[in-house]
């Protein structure tokens, strides 16, 4: 019996003679002629791989050189080589498609992960001791440093023992030039020039609070009008503006440096009462500090009036706090003002006008003892619990000197030269005034 696994089948049956010869050189051009498209075949499917990534990288908003950088990563064309299909180009395929894959991951990631902020300019605003004066007597003996006038030359020094009681000094002579200016004060604000306070005072027995003028140098006096708080109107050096309240109506009203002539501005229907004023530097705005105990209470809300429509609205709503101080950003942009909660911590917080947004938050560590914008209004200084901090919005860090160990730094203001103004208390319990001046940072010593 013959094997039937050794003998063609009929499917199998192979040609013989010259058809065997013809169909053995037509079965070798179909070997060569695929051995010469396995790598054609590569090629467009590369090529094809690249066409998409480059469309997809395309449509990402890359900057010029992240696109550039990440389109020379893909992988450079392979040269054509006749190679046998077959295993090796099924591993050629399944590497371009693992390449593919990452190359699409890396790109997504780039896309989505946030992106850092830029690093700040340079090395920043250096600030070293530039000048020591001896504090006046009031400040010296726990006084507080309450205004600086605009020029920079004049200081307000609120009594350690009795706030009513406040000081003028000059920063050329802070000993010798020290002046009792007011008494029963509840306030005071400095003219755009320097030249005079205006404040409100309730003299013992008046039956009411009383609008004075304070021209530096001197003692108070009177203007003869009734008012609870008062401030300078803005670019001018001879216009006041003043509040007076009765039965729920607070009125608004202009008088001169001399108290006459007046002249209602306008009525206002609120149910606190205003205890404090401050315009804002272009003169848009008016804001107003309210309180529910009356005027020496303390402060509960923060009104704002819009100058142009009269309109009055709640800026900060009173809340369970206490508002302390508040004051204006240099652009007229922003208004900051310091909260108390009935735990005693105290919050630095900075809003949008007249939107009232709230734009910063500062929870202090400490007691606050004073803060003051920046005059381009970049920055905002602070005292946290003896130690100066400064908040930056934009432009170059401001580097502060460290004090020595148990040395404290209170009631910052800034100049308009730049220069700082601080009440530098040794651990010793010395007080003086220190003049901090921005220097070179190659001639500074370690900061803060």
């Known amino acids: 019996m013959s094997d039937a696994r050794n003998e063609p089948q009929p499917s199998e049956e192979l040609p013989t003679g010259p058809s065997a010869e013809r169909h053995g050189r037509r079965g070798a051009e179909e070997q060569e002629q695929a051995n010469h498209r396995a790598p054609a075949d590569d090629m467009l499917l590369e090529a094809i791989i690249r066409h998409a990534l480059e469309e997809q990288a395309a449509r990402i908003h890359f900057s010029p050189e992240l696109r550039a950088r990440i389109l020379s990563e893909l992988p450079p064309r392979p040269p054509v080589r006749l190679r046998p299909r077959g295993r090796r180009s099924r591993l050629a395929l399944a590497l371009a498609a693992t390449l593919t894959l990452l190359l699409c991951l890396m790109l997504v990631l780039l896309l989505f ?43 307000v020094i609120q009594d350690g023992r009795d706030p009513g009681l406040m000081y003028t000094a000059s920063l050329s002579d802070p000993v010798g030039s020290q002046l009792l200016a007011m008494r029963e004060a509840h306030d005071a604000a400095w003219s755009p020039d320097g030249s005079a306070l205006v404040t409100v005072v309730t003299p013992p027995g008046a039956a009411q609070p009383l609008l004075a003028l304070v021209p530096y140098g001197q003692y108070m006096y009177p203007l003869g009008e009734v008012a609870l708080a008062a401030t300078w109107t803005p670019g001018t050096t001879n216009q006041i503006t003043y509040v007076t309240g009765t039965a729920g109506q607070t009125q608004l009203w202009q008088t001169t440096r001399g108290g006459h002539p007046t002249q209602l501005l306008a009525t206002m229907n609120l ?5 404090h004023l401050a315009w804002s530097p272009n003169g848009r705005y008016l804001a107003m500090l309210a309180s529910s105990e009356g005027l020496s209470g303390p402060g509960r809300a923060i009104y704002l009036m819009d100058h142009d429509s009269g309109q009055v609205t709640a800026l900060v709503p009173s809340g369970d706090f206490t508002i302390t101080s508040f004051g204006w950003s240099p652009d007229s942009q922003h208004l900051t003002y310091a909260r108390r ?11 949008t006008v007249p939107e009232g947004r709230p734009l910063l938050n500062i929870p202090l560590q400490g007691e606050l003892d004073g803060w003051s914008w920046s005059p381009d209004g970049h920055a905002l200084l602070y005292s946290d619990d003896g130690r100066l901090r400064v908040h930056l919005f934009s432009g170059s860090p401001v580097l502060l000197p460290s004090p020595e160990a148990g040395a404290r730094q209170l009631f910052p203001f800034w100049l308009r030269d730049g220069r700082l103004l601080v009440v530098h208390v040794a651990a010793s319990g010395q007080r003086t005034l220190q003049l901090l001046a921005p220097v070179p940072a190659a001639s500074s010593s370690p900061a803060a």
């Open 113 to 155: 992960l946030p992106r850092l902020p830029p690093a700040p300019p340079g090395n920043g605003v250096r600030y070293q001791v530039a000048e020591t004066l001896p504090a006046p007597p009031a400040l010296a003996q726990g006084g507080r440093l309450v205004a600086v006038d605009p020029t920079g030359q004049h200081l």
């Open 271 to 275: 149910r606190l009462t205003v205890q």
């Open 341 to 351: 909660d009935r735990a005693g911590h105290t919050l630095l917080a900075t809003l």
